[in-house]
Structures are given as structure tokens and as C-alpha cells.
């Protein structure tokens, strides 16, 4: 049985009303009628109608008039337009106004055997438009790509967000292989043959896929394709669709990268560690053969060539923890200069860039002194250091400037960059000629994982990580950027204003310990080395001194012994550097114990710290630091 529609007849002449309507009721519809264009519009804008049966002939308006006035309205109610005249221009103006079909009525009334024939066709004409127009309005609201090709591949409609995701606009599209204009080298034939395995076999393939954008970019998508088949089951058409997953996929390298930088950093340590006493028992060894009195001038000489040589070894094995991410001690006294030129050295060496240094001198009798870790801080020189690299052109940048100042802020003043408090302030700024950074990317630059390198160029971290950094020196970062000029990031760190006494001296001399009482002192280290020469200073020192390998032995010695000072390593091997110290701790609460590593962690550092009694000294080190750090846990705040 055919469907029952709701009708709308308007029709001035009751008769050819009435013979019209009993036509279409006994086709099973449901007629209301009326006779002028005005009332048609009344009943329009209160009830809604399968299809308007509309005269174009009426009293009041014809029947452009009135498909006029309901697009106005914004009523979508299609219409069949009828008339007494056969007129091929008038039937093409009305279809162009809009009408889905034109009808002469004829002087015999035959048109009306054809009329529910009609009605029910522009019935299902203007359904099946409306079902058209809503799902191409869908495909261009959705967020995905969707592009459909014929099976040969060639594409023959996409929608909107697939041109915004790989760059062409649809005419380059159209007409065009799919395969050819998403190409990527670098995808797997044997991956593209899957698919096609796939789609020849009448299933659908779902993967994810690198695609190439038209500007030569690359893009990660999850796609998935599947045949489209006609009523008797033939196929005929593919279609794709396309989803971005280019930012997930970064995510994903970015955490398997830090999960990398995570293994390195603890490959990094055990070397470190090892190293380290490699390099204490080198330099120790050579501190105490400076102490001959019968050395010949090219012997001294060589020995003091070789504790340089471990002092430069145990830098670049400090800016190699700072690469894996290795936190080092705590913050201390920094000369910022020197840090500034030897990080310039090694940018300059592994960059393979120039660096150009610009120091303003300070004031008289004011040092480049701050309280900061030494070692992030040259991370962040090293982080800012790359992007101003990778910011400047090819294959001859420009050289990276480091740049020094002595910043003093007592008041108002809007020069001051960036609303940063009153204070005296050592000023660092690292500054590139390069592409620099739209205001837009600006505002994002100190956000996680933003970047705008290539995919596997950049994490993103290295301006967050910065800023982090400032912020727990009680620092502040500033950056200044312009589009084809450049990038200066400013580091503003407290300037320490009592000078603290550096215990770090540049040369070799070989200094003599300042006279004070014997003390007994136990020496927990699982290297040999490492033990014999810690004692030889501190027995020079005049100290009395007990080793032990391991932490059980050391309870063994300690048990009824005399201990003023424990000197424990931090890493021995099948041990754990926390768990020995509070062993210590529990027999010797009032001992001082004095941490000896380059690898502690600032968390348990300051955990240590607060529990009292303890001092830190970094793995190599000279007889002049050693003896420096053993007076200041003996004594506290002399």
C-alpha cells in the first residue's frame, strides 16, 4: 500500500479543488485546500506538509510570488506547481525558483490519472535531496578526512576537512589518484598491499598510515577504507577516512624518548659513579706525588698537567648527567662567569657553532656570585643553546650570544621586563638570529610538548624545563622574539650578595691544612682506591683514620670505637645510599656525616639536609676541597 502523505492543495476554483482533492484521497493522501496565496501562507506557518499542490495561477499572488515569499519565510515545504498553460519557459523559470515539478492541467482533466503519480515522485525527489544534503552537510562537518574514489583509485569527492588536513582544495583533488597525491617513499609497499589485498577481497582495512601533505610534510593518520557496494551487491566506490593522529603519535615518541632519556640516565649514573672513582684515585694520587719536595721541575709539571686533566674529566662527566636528565647536589655558591665560559667551550665543541661572549663588568668589589646548581643551570644554557641552533639558517649560522649583566630593580619601572620583583639580579641572556617566533607561538612557547620542529626534532621541553628550573633558583625567564630577527631569552637569577668562599681554587696548588684537633674519622667507600687516598689526606691532615668497604663492616668498626666524622660513599654496589645512611644514623645519631657523590638526588639531598648533621662533596675531588668540606661538617657555621 502506498504511503499516506499530508497534502497542501491551493487552488482558486472550487471545482478543479474539489476534482483534485477526491483524486488525491482516493490515493490514499490527506488534502487540506484553500484558495488564495494569502491564506496559503497563514496555514504554512502553523502546520507542516509533505508537499504543496500549488496553482500557479491565483487571485492574489501567482505562484513565483509565493515560492518567493516561503524561501523568505525559510520554509522548505517542496512544491508541484500546476497551470492550464503548456509554457516551457515558464515551467524552466519556476524549476529555477525552485518548484521540484511543473504539471499542465489539461481542458479534458486526463493530467489527473498522472497526478498522485507525480505527487509521489517529488515526494521521494525531494526526500531523497534531503537525505543527499544532510549527509553532505555531515561529511563537511565532521572533523575527520573522508574522500571517496572510484576502483581505480581515483578520487572523486572529499569533503572539507580533508583538504585543511593535507592542503589541497578540492579541484586539485578531483579526477586525481589518491595514491599519487598521498604518497609517502617511506611507507612500506608492503603495508599499501595489505590494503589493497583488503579492499580486492570486499572487507575493510583499517591501519595507521604515513601520509604526505602538498607542502611536503608528513602525516600521521588512522585510516580506514572500505568498499561500497550497489543494490545487486556489485562494488563500486571506496571510501576513506582519515583521522589525525599526528599528536598522538608525537606523544608517544616524546614518552618513549623520555623513557630513553630515563635508561641512559641511569646507564649514565652507574658510569658516572665508577668513572668518578677512576678519576678521584687518579687525581688523588697525583695530589699526594705533588707533595714530594724532591720532584724535578717537567715531573711536577706532569702531575699537575694530570690533575687538570681529571678536573676537565669530571666536568664533561657532569654535562653528561645533565643530558640524561641526572639531577646533581644541591645548589651552592655558583660563579656564573665561569660557568657561562665553559659551557660556551663546550656548546662551541658540540654544536660545532660560535658563541660569542658579552660581559658587562660588575660594579667594584660585586662578583658574578649566585646560589644555584651549577649543573641545571648549564642544562638550561645547553637547551636554549640548541633552539638558538636549530632557530638560524644553513649551513652558516650566525654565532649565539651569551650575554652578562648586573641588573639592580629598587622600583616602578615598566622597562623592567616582565613584572619581575624588586631586586639586585645577575641578568643572562642567550640571544640567535634566527627565524624567531610569531606572537602566536609566543604565547604557547613555555607550554609541555609545544614545539614547532618537525616531528622526531624536538620534545618540546626544552623552554618549560627552563623555566622550571628558574623558577626553583627564585629566577624568572623572559623571552623577546621577532618574526625574521631573532630570539633572546633572559635568565634573571638572585645575586648572591654575601661572597661565599669558593673552595673550588683554579690551580693546582697544593695547600696546607689549617692546624686543628685529631679527629677520628670512619671511611665507608667500596673502592680501594678511593679509601687509600681519602685517608693518606685526611692522615695529613692529622687525622685518624678508620676504612671500611661496605656499611657492615663499618657498623662492625664502629661499635666501640671513637667516630667524629663518617665519610660515606653514595653508591656502593647491592647497596642503597639512603638505606646506609640511616644505618649510620641509627647507631651515630650526634655523628656528622659527610656524603660523598656527584649523584645525589636534590629530593633526598634536602631530605638529608633537614634531618641535620650532614655535608655533600662531589666525586673527584681535590685534597684542598676534601679538607675544606671534613672542617665544615667537623664545624658547622665557623
Not at 719536595?293 to 709539571?301: D, G, H, I, Q, T
Not at 645533565?322 to 659551557?343: C, I, N, Q, W, Y
Not at 619601572?413 to 602566536?440: H, K, T, W
Not at 661496605?550 to 660515606?568: C, K, S
Request: hydrophobic share 45%; charged share 20%.
Amino acid at each position: 500500500m502506498a504511503e499516506s502523505l499530508r497534502l497542501f492543495l491551493v487552488e482558486d476554483n472550487d471545482d478543479i479543488a474539489f476534482v483534485t482533492r477526491v483524486c488525491l484521497e482516493r490515493a490514499g493522501h490527506k488534502v487540506t485546500v484553500c484558495g488564495t496565496g494569502a491564506d496559503a501562507l497563514i496555514v504554512l506557518a502553523q502546520s507542516t506538509f509533505d508537499l504543496l499542490v500549488l496553482d500557479y495561477f491565483l487571485p492574489d499572488l501567482n505562484g513565483s510570488d509565493l515560492l518567493r515569499r516561503l524561501r523568505q519565510d525559510g520554509n522548505g515545504t517542496p512544491v508541484l506547481m500546476i497551470t492550464a498553460y503548456g509554457d516551457q519557459q515558464l515551467a524552466a523559470r519556476v524549476l529555477r525558483e525552485g518548484a521540484l515539478d511543473y504539471l499542465v492541467r489539461d481542458q479534458a482533466s486526463a493530467y489527473l490519472a498522472d497526478l498522485p503519480k507525480r505527487v509521489a515522485e517529488a515526494v521521494s525527489r525531494h526526500r531523497l535531496q534531503h537525505a543527499n544534503d544532510l549527509l553532505i552537510a555531515a561529511l563537511e562537518s565532521a572533523r575527520d578526512g573522508v574522500l571517496i574514489t572510484d576502483l581505480h583509485g581515483i578520487v572523486l569527492h572529499v569533503n572539507r576537512a580533508q583538504e585543511q588536513m593535507f592542503g589541497f582544495n578540492r579541484d586539485e583533488l578531483l579526477g586525481r589518484s589518491a595514491g599519487d597525491l598521498f604518497r609517502n617513499n617511506e611507507q612500506p609497499h608492503a603495508y599499501i598491499d595489505q590494503m589493497w589485498k583488503a579492499l580486492h577481497d570486499r572487507r575493510s582495512w583499517q591501519g595507521e598510515i604515513v601520509n604526505q601533505r602538498k607542502d611536503g610534510t608528513l602525516l600521521d593518520s588512522s585510516l580506514t577504507v572500505s568498499p561500497i557496494f550497489d543494490p545487486r551487491g556489485q562494488m563500486t566506490h571506496f571510501v576513506a577516512i582519515y583521522r589525525d593522529i599526528t599528536e598522538r603519535k608525537q606523544m608517544e615518541r616524546q614518552l618513549v624518548q623520555a623513557q630513553k632519556m630515563h635508561s641512559i640516565g641511569t646507564l649514565a649514573g652507574g658510569v658516572a659513579h665508577e668513572f668518578n672513582n677512576l678519576l678521584a684515585g687518579v687525581q688523588g694520587y697525583a695530589t699526594l706525588a705533588l707533595r714530594e719536595a724532591s720532584l724535578s721541575p717537567s715531573v711536577r709539571e706532569f702531575l699537575e698537567t694530570i690533575v687538570q686533566l681529571t678536573d676537565r674529566a669530571a666536568n664533561l662527566t657532569r654535562q653528561l648527567l645533565t643530558f640524561a636528565r641526572k639531577p646533581s647536589l644541591m645548589r651552592g655558591p655558583t660563579d656564573v662567569l665561569k660557568l657561562l665560559e665553559s659551557t660556551r667551550g663546550f656548546i662551541q665543541r658540540s654544536l660545532n657553532i660560535e658563541v660569542d661572549l658579552d660581559v658587562q663588568a660588575p660594579p667594584a668589589g660585586q662578583t658574578w656570585l649566585a646560589l644555584a646548581d651549577a649543573n641545571q643551570l648549564q642544562q638550561v644554557l645547553v637547551n636554549l643553546s640548541f633552539n638558538a641552533r636549530d632557530a638560524m639558517p644553513k649551513p652558516q649560522p650566525a654565532p649565539i650570544v651569551f650575554r652578562l649583566r648586573h641588573r639592580v630593580f629598587a622600583g616602578e619601572a615598566p622597562a623592567f621586563p616582565q613584572n619581575i620583583p624588586a631586586g639586585d639580579y645577575l641578568a643572562i641572556e642567550v640571544e640567535d638570529r634566527g627565524a624567531g617566533m610569531s606572537a602566536d607561538v609566543l604565547t604557547q612557547a613555555l607550554d609541555p610538548f609545544f614545539t614547532t620542529k618537525d616531528v622526531g626534532q624536538g620534545t618540546g621541553l626544552g623552554l618549560p624545563v627552563a623555566f622550571g628550573i628558574l623558577t626553583g633558583h627564585q629566577g624568572y625567564l623572559t623571552i623577546a622574539s621577532e618574526p625574521g630577527v631573532g630570539t633572546t631569552v633572559g635568565l634573571f637569577l638572585p645575586r648572591l650578595l654575601q661572597d661565599a668562599p669558593d673552595p673550588t681554587a683554579a690551580n693546582v696548588t697544593i695547600l696546607e691544612p689549617e692546624a686543628s684537633p685529631r679527629r677520628h674519622i670512619l671511611v665507608v667507600d667500596d673502592e680501594q682506591a678511593v679509601q687509600d687516598v681519602i685517608r693518606r689526606f685526611l692522615e695529613i691532615a692529622g687525622h685518624q683514620v678508620l676504612c671500611a668497604k661496605n656499611v657492615q663492616t663499618a657498623l662492625e668498626l664502629i661499635d666501640d670505637q671513637q667516630i667524629d666524622l663518617i665519610v660515606l660513599d653514595w653508591m656502593i654496589p647491592k647497596e642503597e645510599g639512603l638505606a646506609n645512611f640511616h644505618l649510620l644514623r641509627e647507631v651515630r645519631p650526634a655523628t656528622p656525616i659527610l656524603l660523598c657523590t656527584g649523584l645525589l638526588q636534590t629530593d633526598q639531598a634536602a631530605e638529608l639536609i633537614s634531618e641535620g648533621g650532614v655535608a655533600l662533596l662531589r666525586k673527584p675531588f681535590r685534597m684542598n676541597e676534601l679538607w675544606y668540606a671534613v672542617n665544615n661538617a667537623l664545624h658547622p657555621g665557623d
